[in-house]
């Protein structure tokens, strides 16, 4: 089984893999050039969720590892023996994973239903503690997730309302016509991109779960 280094490193390996594929786009679009700005807008939103995905799944792996590993959570303190040397990865799966997976899984896009989990299988002193600047810019990050991914009224007014607010302050004209994709890839956010933002934010986040 993967380590936590392992499991931060593979997932920062994505973010590198996401950062270089979007810099080639990029290099690619406009008048005389492979693709126009509507498909840029549509390929950002693809490397945008990719990100997210990952993410998702980095937070998922990292709590099944302490779960089996960690002698504070519920799994270790209950059983010090197992039959098997993958056992506690398994078990721990089991206790982490929807009652009908795979048919149906559990939800990881929110960080504090990952927290809310730490805490009732790892105990308090677990490591999935953010500073309070990463845990509002990862809620910014989901809300541009959500307006991509389900396309529902309270997405989308949700995100409406995050561009029009600060940081990003877009007018009523900017917003008018806007889609993520094009937030995503023509708007800034503290000087970067909000996609240069975002990546750099998932990535320091994945770094002070696991330093």
Same mark, same amino acid.
């Given at each position: 089984?993967?380590? +936590?280094?392992?499991?931060?490193?593979?997932?920062?390996?994505?973010?590198? &893999?996401?950062?270089?594929?979007?810099?080639?786009?990029?290099? *690619?679009?406009?008048?005389?050039?492979?693709?126009?700005? +509507?498909?840029?807008?549509?390929?950002?939103?693809?490397?945008?969720?990719?990100?997210?995905?990952?993410?998702?799944?980095?937070?998922?792996?990292?709590? /099944?590892?302490?779960?089996?590993?960690?002698?504070?959570? /519920?799994?270790?303190?209950?059983?010090?023996?197992?039959?098997?040397?993958?056992?506690?990865?398994?078990?721990?799966?089991?206790?982490?994973?929807? +009652?009908?997976? +795979?048919? !149906?899984?559990?939800?990881?896009?929110?960080?504090?239903? /990952?927290?809310?989990?730490?805490?009732?299988?790892?105990? *308090?002193? &677990?490591?999935?503690?953010?500073? *309070?600047?990463?845990?509002?810019?990862?809620? !910014?990050? !989901?809300?541009?997730?959500?307006?991509?991914? &389900?396309?529902?009224? !309270?997405?989308?007014?949700?995100?409406?309302?995050?561009?029009? %607010?600060?940081?990003?302050?877009?007018? %009523?004209?900017?917003?008018? %016509?806007?889609?993520?994709?094009?937030?995503?890839?023509?708007? *800034?956010?503290?000087?970067?991109? /909000?996609?240069?933002?975002?990546?750099?934010?998932?990535?320091?986040?994945?770094?002070?779960?696991?330093?």
């Amino acid at each position: 089984m993967r380590t +936590p280094a392992e499991i931060r490193d593979e997932y920062i390996d994505s973010l590198n &893999h996401i950062r270089s594929a979007y810099g080639k786009i990029c290099g *690619q679009v406009g008048r005389g050039h492979l693709l126009s700005f +509507p498909d840029i807008h549509k390929l950002s939103e693809g490397l945008f969720l990719s990100a997210l995905t990952y993410w998702e799944a980095l937070c998922r792996d990292l709590i /099944v590892t302490d779960l089996a590993t960690v002698s504070a959570g /519920v799994l270790r303190s209950e059983i010090r023996e197992f039959r098997t040397k993958n056992a506690p990865y398994r078990l721990a799966e089991r206790m982490l994973n929807h +009652p009908d997976h +795979p048919e !149906k899984f559990v939800e990881w896009s929110s960080f504090e239903s /990952v927290v809310s989990r730490a805490n009732e299988f790892l105990g *308090q002193n &677990h490591r999935y503690v953010l500073t *309070q600047v990463e845990k509002q810019d990862l809620a !910014k990050i !989901k809300k541009v997730r959500n307006a991509i991914a &389900h396309k529902s009224d !309270k997405a989308w007014e949700s995100f409406s309302a995050l561009i029009r %607010g600060d940081p990003f302050n877009l007018t %009523g004209a900017q917003c008018r %016509g806007v889609t993520p994709g094009r937030f995503i890839y023509a708007h *800034q956010w503290n000087g970067a991109t /909000v996609m240069e933002k975002s990546l750099t934010t998932l990535e320091n986040a994945a770094r002070t779960l696991v330093p």
